[in-house]
């Protein structure tokens, strides 16, 4: 039985579309895809291994495999192929805000961009999606696609969103997604790029060895999430106990 979206109609016409919408620009900005058709073959070996690099990490943090695990993705079919392979186990759920990206294309078919219309148009076949309903956007845009009023480029554009949609409809289960308190944006893994990141790593004439970054974006994450003083506390218990092992770190005799 498929799960209801909660509360999906109240949710979505005005707030979370508006919220979508800025959220849209900042994406299409940064997109981290794997395109492989930009891609040597080569290259594709060394995204395996550093997908395989996380798997200790995972293992790590969920060693009892207890909690989901979900992998947003856009649609590229290189990535879900990569994710299948070495993230097995992984729930993949294409990006809402690719999937947005390729609304708005087609709305532009049918409305003048920057229009009222056009915005209303994304944004019922949003609701649309949120309630489940992937097949009854498609068969709208197919039935768009098959009228002899559109030639050209606009029955291009709704041929390959049809088929971006067609493509990725198993990986857009939005209403059992939410369900199920999964993400289905990447907007807050990207802004923690960015800040986390970008705002330390790429500043001007800074250049860095892998050893390096990892080092300070180690110290980094630790300061952004507030975590500064408990660290240092941690580290100097952890090197009393190194160097004294058998000396309690509150012995007087040893106090300053």
């Known amino acids: ?68 695990r979900v992998a947003l993705v856009d ?48 944004k019922s076949k949003l609701l649309m999606l949120l309630k489940g309903d992937v097949i009854g956007v498609i068969a709208n845009l197919s039935c768009a696609y098959k009228s002899k009023k559109w030639r050209g480029t606009k029955k291009e554009t709704l041929r390959k969103v049809i088929t971006y949609l067609k493509n990725g409809r198993s990986y857009m289960k939005y209403d059992e997604y939410l369900a199920e308190g999964y993400p289905i944006g990447s907007g807050v893994v990207e802004g923690a790029c960015r800040n986390l990141v970008k705002d330390r790593m790429e500043l001007a004439g800074m250049h860095w060895r892998m050893c390096g970054a990892h080092a300070v974006l180690q110290m980094r994450s630790i300061d952004v999430n507030g975590q500064w003083e408990s660290f240092w506390n941690y580290r100097v218990e952890k090197q009393h106990q190194e160097l004294y092992k058998n000396y309690s770190p509150h012995d007087s005799r040893y106090a300053a």
């Open 1 to 68: 039985m498929t799960a209801e979206a909660p509360s999906v109609d109240r949710i979505v016409p005005d707030r979370l579309f508006t919220f979508l919408k800025k959220k849209h620009s900042l994406f299409v900005s940064g997109s981290a895809a794997i395109n492989g058709e930009h891609k040597r073959d080569g290259e594709h070996n060394v995204y395996r291994l550093s997908y395989g690099g996380n798997i200790g990490e995972i293992e790590r943090r969920d060693p009892e495999k207890k909690k989901k």
């Open 75 to 122: 649609g590229e079919h290189k990535l879900r192929e990569l994710i299948t392979t070495c993230l097995s186990g992984f729930c993949i759920i294409l990006d809402l805000f690719h999937v947005l990206e390729y609304l708005w294309k087609a709305a532009h078919v049918f409305n003048e961009e920057g229009s009222e219309e056009a915005e209303e148009w994304v």
